[in-house]
T-cell receptor, first 114, second 116 residues
Framework: AQSVTQLGSHVSVSEGALVLLRCNYS??????LFWYVQYPNQGLQLLLK??????LVKGINGFEAEFKKSETSFHLTKPSAHMSDAAEYFC????????????FGSGTRLSIRP | EPEVTQTPSHQVTQMGQEVILHCVPI?????FYWYRQILGQKVEFLVS????????KSEIFDDQFSVERPDGSNFTLKIRSTKLEDSAMYFC??????????????FGNGTRLTVT
């Protein structure tokens, strides 16, 4: 079985500060890992994905995430937060053996303080 | 850019009633999905669909649920007899391939279902 755990249901940072959203995964097979973002009243949009190539993955809007197998982590970071980054962020996992099913974490709401 | 379209955006129904949620996936996509998100909780996988049959389904997707692709463009989720706990945001998604590594899901904006 696969799962992801997102630490912190709500993270608040100041504009211009570092954004760090934490995600740990559990998978008995090599995982595919994703970060999705959900803006208010919208669907989920893919930010970035890890699929066994480079461990540091760059996504849209200046976000990146690093796959660390030893820590079973896939934390999302952005060097400098912008007001437009305020949204809900979901970490997700799937694998080659279950490619049609993506398992999402519980989400982290990111707030940006002026 | 092509979008996944869901209608209605909000559906209110009484407990025990049947409800059908509608989705129009991106036209050249072959794989279709339904997810739901109960308020304040995680996004949960319900079902995936390919070639006019269910590929995979979760424990949530019991006999009260069914999916259908009635024509070349629509993909529907039917709940036969709604319960209060079915109240959630339901997301439709599609992808051109099954392989998640190559083909991320494209999500619609969701239908908020309220069962009273």
């Amino acid at each position: 079985a696969q799962s992801v755990t997102q630490l912190g249901s709500h993270v608040s940072v100041s504009e211009g500060a570092l954004v760090l959203l934490r995600c740990n995964y559990s998978s008995s097979v090599p995982p595919y890992l994703f970060w999705y973002v959900q803006y208010p009243n919208q669907g989920l949009q893919l930010l970035l994905k890890y699929t066994s190539a480079a461990t540091l993955v760059k996504g849209i809007n200046g976000f990146e995430a690093e796959f660390k197998k030893s820590e079973t982590s896939f934390h999302l970071t952005k060097p400098s937060a912008h007001m437009s980054d305020a949204a809900e962020y979901f970490c997700a996992v799937s694998s080659y053996s279950s490619a049609s099913k993506i398992i999402f974490g519980s989400g982290t709401r990111l707030s940006i303080r002026p | 850019e092509p979008e996944v379209t869901q209608t209605p955006s909000h559906q209110v129904t009484q407990m025990g009633q049947e409800v059908i949620l509608h989705c129009v996936p991106i036209s050249n996509h072959l794989y279709f999905y339904w997810y739901r998100q109960i308020l304040g909780q995680k996004v949960e996988f319900l079902v995936s669909f390919y070639n006019n049959e269910i590929s995979e389904k979760s424990e949530i997707f019991d006999d009260q649920f069914s999916v259908e692709r009635p024509d070349g463009s629509n993909f529907t989720l039917k709940i036969r007899s709604t319960k209060l706990e079915d109240s959630a945001m339901y997301f439709c998604a599609s992808s051109p391939e099954m392989e998640a590594a190559n083909s991320p899901l494209h999500f619609g904006n969701g239908t908020r279902l309220t069962v009273t």
